[in-house]
Nanobody, 123 residues
Framework: QVHLVESGGGLVQAGGSLRLSCAAS????????RGWFREAPGKEREFVAA???????YYADSVKGRFTISRDNAKNTVYLQMNSLKPEDTAVYYC?????????????????WGQGIQVTVSS
């Protein structure tokens, strides 16, 4: 059975940093695109960042320059380094995996999802 498990969330002050991790088990995801999405209260789930199997990275405009996605295929893990956090970054963050998505920004193209982890940024 496949599991994606997020860790590293929590409460941080505006301007601070957090590093999210997403460890996968049950299968190898080295050939998959790995992504991060977030869902704020009352809002739809939105794309945050993705990294292809070859290491090409993609970011939402709202996080570009502040967040960095990376992966360690040996550990079957993807990371999201979040710097200069803002209150509007507050959300539940989900990691996901997709085999060769045609549009990495579309949540529907991701087959596997973690349970989500809360990130709260106080002003």
């Amino acid at each position: 059975q496949v599991h994606l498990v997020e860790s590293g969330g929590g409460l941080v002050q505006a301007g601070g940093s957090l590093r999210l991790s997403c460890a996968a088990s049950g299968r190898t995801f080295s050939s998959y695109t790995r992504g991060w999405f977030r869902e704020a209260p009352g809002k739809e789930r939105e794309f945050v960042a993705a990294i292809s199997w070859s290491g090409i990275t993609y970011y939402a405009d709202s996080v570009k320059g502040r967040f960095t996605i990376s992966r360690d295929n040996a550990k079957n893990t993807v990371y999201l380094q979040m710097n200069s956090l803002k209150p509007e970054d507050t959300a539940v963050y989900y990691c996901a995996a997709a085999p060769s998505p045609s549009d990495y920004r579309r949540a529907a193209q991701y087959n596997y999802w973690g349970q989500g982890i809360q990130v709260t940024v106080s002003s």
